[in-house]
């Protein structure tokens, strides 16, 4: 698998990591890397852009070492195996300074691509000692992670001699990440242009081998007090990446039925529900998520408020529970409420007329027909009775229990002159 960061997120993740380092009082890689940049623009302005890269591309990979936080994700949620690596050596990047005399005798795009091949080969002893089948080192976390990841990194290369010698539970889990790494063409991170733009993708899913498209925001990589934050978000999407790419998810790009606010609705109640079964996996791995149990509950919470407490907490806890799902079955579980109960609510507890009348978030309005997320659940208790006939006259079969949205009711005092 082939692992490749976009010119514009390298660029904009550097400038900003090396003003944070600045601000906070360490000069040493800001003071290099304009040591190396700033001569680029005396060069012809057609070489300019591709020396910037190779600039960048040594900061973000080798020196600052942030394509190592995607790398980690990878291998959190079994994308790639876990490898075995040396222990993280404290030392400076000499060849720097060598690739900043090779920019002043040479052109940029030469100087360059021999000051990243320098630079890797002068960190190469941590590279070896993984490749070892001898090595003695212990499986890194991720303070100690140190190897170069170029861009275009392609672990399946090495990955082979570095496998556990005693089956185990290490060793399934090493062999089905080896299937998918094998499996997946290309994981390639872009830069996001806001949050909205942030999420990951596949591409090439039916036609070829897939290529895993994630998009995230430069300033992630900005704060290294924040790596925590960053590495939840990088698992969670990978997550979902993985999901797609599984046979057994079996994920399909299906059609849903409806307006679009009916759409948007069903595709934001999968989110949710995709979004904890990935959560949960996540906990039962003692990897940490990007929000945890008790604040999913609150977002599933105010999805469905309208299904009483002990009922709602059940559901949620069932499916919290359940180790595999399919895309099939989530989606399922997200268009059709009583798919839902029926899976998770004993029908001793909650009955068939109960769950008629439950008035869900983005339901349609039995009135106007429009989703509504601002339900009069019992109109009788706040509304004139000349209200309630105004709407029996357009409404013979509507009953009190149906409720309705609060536009609704407004439109009809107004109409029963009593608004």
Not at 47 to 67: C, M, S, T, W
Not at 160 to 180: G, K, M
Not at 208 to 236: C, H, M, T, W, Y
Request: glycine share 4%; hydrophobic share 35%.
């Amino acid at each position: 698998m082939k692992i490749s960061f976009s010119p514009q997120l390298m660029e904009e993740s550097v400038f900003r990591h090396l003003n944070h380092l600045e601000r906070s009082g360490y000069r040493s890689e800001y003071d290099e890397y304009h040591s190396l940049a700033d001569p680029i623009y005396e060069l012809p302005e057609d070489d300019r852009e591709i020396a910037f890269e190779k600039v960048n591309k040594i900061f973000f990979v080798e020196r600052l070492k942030l394509g190592d936080h995607v790398l980690r994700a990878l291998e959190a949620c079994g994308l790639i195996p876990k490898r075995k690596r040396a222990r993280r050596r404290i030392e400076t990047a000499p060849s720097l300074l060598e690739a900043k005399t090779k920019i002043e005798d040479d052109t940029a795009q030469e100087s360059l691509e021999e000051s990243s091949e320098e630079n890797s080969e002068s960190e190469s002893p941590a590279s070896e000692s993984s490749e070892s089948p001898s090595s003695e080192a212990s499986p890194a976390t991720p303070e100690e992670k140190s190897s170069v990841v170029p861009s275009d990194y392609n672990p399946t290369e090495d990955s082979a001699s570095q496998a556990p010698v005693e089956v185990d539970e290490d060793d399934i889990a090493y062999d089905l990440a080896r299937d998918f790494e094998e499996r997946i063409k290309e994981v390639v991170v872009k830069r996001a242009i806001n949050k909205v733009d942030e999420g990951s993708n596949v591409l090439n899913r039916i036609s070829g081998r897939p290529i895993i498209e994630l998009r995230v925001l430069a300033s992630r990589f900005s704060n290294p007090e924040d790596v925590k934050d960053l590495g939840a978000f990088l698992i969670q999407e990978f997550m979902h990446a993985k999901d797609m790419v599984d046979p057994e998810f079996d994920y399909e790009d299906a059609f849903i039925p409806g307006n679009p606010s009916i759409k948007n609705l069903i595709t934001a109640r999968f989110r949710l529900l995709w979004n904890m079964y990935v959560d949960s996996r996540l906990e039962r791995m003692g990897v940490i998520s990007t929000m945890p149990k008790e604040a999913r509950f609150r977002e599933f919470d105010n999805f469905y408020r309208k299904v009483p407490d002990k009922q709602r907490r059940g559901i949620f806890e069932g499916v919290w529970r359940t180790e595999v799902f399919t895309h099939e079955e989530l989606l399922s579980m997200a268009t059709d409420l009583e798919t839902l109960m029926t899976k998770y609510i004993d029908d001793v507890e909650f009955t068939e007329e109960e769950r008629d009348y439950i008035h869900l978030q983005g339901a349609p309005c039995p009135l106007c027909k429009f989703p509504t997320y601002n339900w009069v659940d019992d109109p009788e208790s706040i509304c004139d009775e000349m209200v309630l006939e105004a709407i029996q006259i357009d409404f013979p079969d509507w009953e009190n229990r149906d409720g309705a949205c609060d536009r609704c009711i407004e439109v009809y005092e107004l109409r029963a002159g009593v608004g």
